[in-house]
């Protein structure tokens, strides 16, 4: 199937109508809102919709950071880097954020010996892959 790079056309059409701040879904009665609208609506309190979507996110987030957890076993840490992470800091705790990284059954007090932080420099992943290249291939 040939991929088509016209501007509205496909992905580049599906993602623009996301990027709006509300749009109606008819057959469902639901509304798709921005990032940003979402985040604001969440800091205010003002949404009971926002407040529960950020708890579902941060509890999938640290359900899923977990997971990996017990995959990679990073025991030098896990570090969430972007704007979505800044984003969600102060909502972590209180949605649930450890609860849901810890909740790993036999492995729950295992998961205590990973620590999790979040870098405000976004360049920081690719500062450290600099640094490695340069010190064992440069």
Known sequence: MPVSSAPNSGAASWMAGLRSST????AQGLRITAA???M??????????????GRLFTRLLGAETGNLALIHLPFGGIYLVGGVARAFTDH????GFTDAFRDKGRFA???EGFSVSILEDDYAPLTGCAVYLARNFG
Do not use: W
């Open 23 to 26: 749009k109606p879904i008819p």
């Open 109 to 111: 007090g295992f998961m």
């Open 36 to 38: 940003a609208a979402i």
């Open 40 to 53: 604001a609506a969440m800091d205010a309190g003002t949404d009971p919709l926002a407040q529960e979507t």
């Open 92 to 95: 972590l705790g209180p949605m």
